[in-house]
T-cell receptor, first 112, second 112 residues
Framework: NAGVTQTPKFQVLKTGQSMTLQCAQD?????MSWYRQDPGMGLRLIHY???????DQGEVPNGYNVSRSTTEDFPLRLLSAAPSQTSVYFC???????????FGEGSRLTVL | QQQVKQSPQSLIVQKGGISIINCAYE??????FPWYQQFPGKGPALLIA?????SEKKEGRFTISFNKSAKQFSLHIMDSQPGDSATYFC???????????FGAGTILRVKS
């Protein structure tokens, strides 16, 4: 029962570096999304996808890119990391946009 | 701008007491209001949700009360237990885009 798998769990970057957070789900869910969690801010939607080849922006998309080439995978790319992107990132999937969201265990990113 | 306002930010309750967390929303695309529970180091998981053709939904010790006219809904945890100590998030679907917007979260501590 893998569910939603995120890698890496921890990452430290220097300002200006790029990296990709990986997310994979094995539930054949059409809807996938990325959230960031910051103290006192809750979970804020970065990008989401309603199916392979379809992505759209959430509340806080700046500095992040996504793509969805398969149903299973939804990577999040940081093109040029900034200290403001220090956060815990969660990937989630659901059967539809109104169904239960299943979250991964998170990726903690620190940008120095 | 936050479209879901959650209160309180933190809550300490004695074992056996009632925990109450409130949320207020602005405009929604449709009626679906979930509560998620998150333990330290884990991703959020769906606790209970309501689709308000009813004003209340109960699952075990957890109850959602919904007031559509006031655009408010709340989570009640009866007979609170130390194992309920976690962060709780409410969420509502935003008016445009059918995306869930989360509240800022409530850190609940149940003292034994």
């Amino acid at each position: 029962n893998a569910g939603v798998t995120q890698t890496p769990k921890f990452q430290v970057l220097k300002t200006g570096q790029s990296m990709t957070l990986q997310c994979a789900q094995d539930m054949n869910h059409e809807y996938m999304s990325w959230y960031r969690q910051d103290p006192g801010m809750g979970l804020r939607l970065i990008h989401y996808s309603v199916g392979a080849g379809i992505t759209d922006q959430g509340e806080v998309p700046n500095g992040y890119n996504v793509s969805r080439s398969t149903t299973e995978d939804f990577p999040l790319r940081l093109l040029s990391a900034a200290p403001s992107q220090t956060s815990v990132y969660f990937c989630a999937s659901s059967r539809g946009t109104t169904g239960e969201l299943f979250f991964g265990e998170g990726s903690r990113l620190t940008v120095l | 701008q936050q479209q879901v306002k959650q209160s309180p930010q933190s809550l300490i309750v004695q074992k056996g007491g009632i925990s109450i967390i409130n949320c207020a929303y602005e405009n929604t695309a449709f009626d679906y209001f979930p509560w998620y529970q998150q333990f330290p180091g884990k991703g959020p998981a769906l606790l209970i949700a309501i689709r308000p053709d009813v004003s209340e939904k109960k699952e075990g010790r957890f109850t959602i009360s919904f007031n559509k006219s006031a655009k408010q809904f709340s989570l009640h945890i009866m007979d609170s237990q130390p194992g309920d100590s976690a962060t709780y998030f409410c969420a509502a679907p935003v008016k445009y885009g059918n995306k869930l917007v989360f509240g800022a979260g409530t850190i609940l501590r149940v003292k034994s």
